[in-house]
């Protein structure tokens, strides 16, 4: 069975501060690793997908990072914005089943001005 | 390319009610998950269709929540008779063939009072 966890489950910060989500899966047979964003009221935005071949993945002031045999992966947020604030969730796909999403309860993230 | 659109957006029914929720996948988007999130929960799959064939129907709770998709086009979810425990935020996410990423909508909140 596939567990997600991320830690922790709110965080406030002041603008401009780097910061860093953490992620950590039970089964290492993943098939990928995903971050999402979720705004209220909206769908899930996909931030950044990490292969599980990979180690890590960027996108602007957004890197994420996997270490699949420890079940991690790190979602590392520079130069934070109030436009940053958002939940961010963490979903793994299993290798005998990559349809099906895994994900964690979230990251509840807000950056003060 | 228009997203992928779920509809209503909000719904507030009583217990014992029936609730149909919709939604339209990319098009082209052979591939059609529901997930949902009830309170305080991470999000859980609940089935995937391949075009109209139910591919994984593993997690949907029990035999009130019915899902369809006929011509392999839209897919409805019904929930009959909905109970208190049935509320909570309802996602839809379509994914082409070939390709690994799965697109969600904005979500469905159903409050069952």
């Known amino acids: 069975k596939q567990e997600v966890t991320q830690i922790p489950a709110a965080l406030s910060v002041p603008e401009g501060e780097n910061l860093v989500l953490n992620c950590s899966f039970t089964d290492s047979a993943i098939y990928n690793l995903q971050w999402f964003r979720q705004d209220p009221g909206k769908g899930l935005t996909s931030l950044l997908l990490i292969q599980s071949s990979q180690r890590e993945q960027t996108s602007g002031r957004l890197n994420a990072s996997l270490d699949k045999s420890s079940g991690r992966s790190t979602l590392y947020i520079a130069a934070s914005q109030p436009g940053d604030s958002a939940t961010y969730l963490c979903?793994?796909?299993?290798?005998?089943?990559?349809?099906?999403?895994?994900f964690g309860s979230g990251t509840k993230l807000n950056v003060k001005p | 390319e228009a997203g992928v659109t779920q509809f209503p957006s909000h719904s507030v029914i009583e217990k014992g009610q029936t609730v149909t929720l919709r939604c339209d996948p990319i098009?082209?988007?052979?591939?059609l998950y529901w997930y949902r999130r009830v309170m305080g929960k991470e999000i859980k799959f609940l089935l995937h269709?391949?075009?109209?064939?139910?591919?994984?129907e593993s997690g949907m709770p029990n035999n009130r929540f019915l899902a369809e998709r006929t011509g392999g086009t839209y897919s409805t979810l019904k929930v009959q008779p909905a109970e208190l425990e049935d509320s909570g935020v309802y996602f839809c996410?379509?994914?082409?063939?070939?390709?690994?990423?799965?697109?969600f909508g904005p979500g469905t909140r159903l409050t069952v009072l």
């Open positions: 996410a379509s994914r082409r063939d070939g390709s690994g990423e799965q697109f």
């Open positions: 269709f391949v075009k109209e064939s139910k591919q994984d």
């Open positions: 098009s082209g988007h052979d591939n």
């Open positions: 979903a793994v796909r299993r290798v005998n089943n990559f349809n099906k999403f895994y």
